[in-house]
């Protein structure tokens, strides 16, 4: 299995560092990486795949700088990118075809794994259909489809379940999970129950740098004693969404249930309460 180092990578466009001094290395398994729009996430993910140079640092695979490796590392490569191009007249089979063309896959064994993929993303009853009638969710399953024909050893996955509905977005996850078992996939999002049940590993990017990164129950436990629930009056809700950061109301007669992250308990008869993901990510993410 491959190794994928970032070693201090930054990147900067003139005075806007877009990432600064990334540091990790991934193997196999599913990544999440967990982080508000602008954090950096996309910029991350292309220099990963070569796409971008980084400004300083380097991006090695199993010891190599991947700018040396050129068309060897592209092999090992699938990608789906936040904005995925395609034609509105190809139908599904045709569209994976023409891919499978461009990645210079051998004719003969791409039919059988277009076969494959159709069936994996639950595409094939509508192979023959033009991707202008297909729905956000088919066309991110098709994207996923097509960063999958070469097998790739490293699968890379800009906010994929952006724009789909409750049910595609977890058959999404279902599929993800089953490809993390024997490659590594890095997943980028900022919608934490993405990866909440997914990810091994999750990293939470804030301004173009990792600021932690650990399992689900890690980061978590983290964030225990970091999040308070109390009963507020009608009056004070407002009060309280402008001094804390409130992950949750829920209204009740004369007022609300609050829970709250903060370092500190924020007014008398507030009782610790435990974390969920979602705010362990707000605590590590807006507040420490």
């Given amino acids: ?32 990486l967990l982080g508000e729009n602008g954090a950096g996430k996309t910029t991350l993910m292309r220099l990963i795949c070569g796409i971008l140079q980084p400004t300083h640092g380097m991006v090695r695979c199993d010891g190599i700088d991947i700018l040396r ?7 090992l490569l699938g990608y789906l990118p936040q904005d995925f191009g395609y034609y509105g007249d190809f139908t599904a089979e045709r569209f994976l075809n023409y891919m499978a063309a ?28 033009k991707l202008k ?22 699968l890379v996955l800009d906010e994929p379940t ?34 909440e049940y997914i990810a091994d590993t999750i990293l939470i990017m804030k301004d173009g740098s990792l600021i932690l990164s650990g399992t689900s129950d890690e980061l978590v436990k983290a964030a225990k004693g970091h999040v308070w629930s109390c009963d507020v009056c ?17 209204n009740c ?7 709250i992250v903060a370092d500190e308990m924020p007014a008398k008869g507030t009782a610790a309460a435990e974390p969920t ?7 590590h993410g807006f507040l420490k």
């Fill in 234 to 250: 009608a009056e004070d809700i407002e009060r309280m969404r402008e001094m804390y950061i409130v992950s949750n109301i829920r």
């Fill in 253 to 259: 007669e004369g007022g609300a249930k609050l829970r």
């Fill in 162 to 195: 952006a724009g789909l509905d409750p049910k595609e977005r977890v058959n999404f996850r279902n599929i993800i999970s089953a490809l993390g078992k024997d490659r590594m996939v890095l997943l980028s999002t900022h919608i934490v129950s993405d990866i």
């Fill in 69 to 75: 490796m050129g068309a060897d590392y592209r092999g």
């Fill in 277 to 283: 993901l979602e705010e362990a990510y707000l605590y």
């Fill in 1 to 32: 299995m491959y190794e994928l180092e970032l070693r201090e990578v930054g990147k900067k466009y003139k005075e806007k560092t877009a990432i600064g001094d990334f540091s990790y290395i991934f193997r196999k398994g599913v990544y999440g």
């Fill in 102 to 129: 461009l990645k210079a896959l051998p004719s003969s064994g791409a039919k059988l794994k277009i076969q494959e993929l159709l069936e994996l993303t639950g595409l094939s009853e509508m192979r023959k259909r």
């Fill in 133 to 154: 009638t297909f729905s956000g969710g088919m066309l991110r399953r098709l994207g996923i489809a097509q960063a999958l024909l070469n097998e790739p050893e490293i």
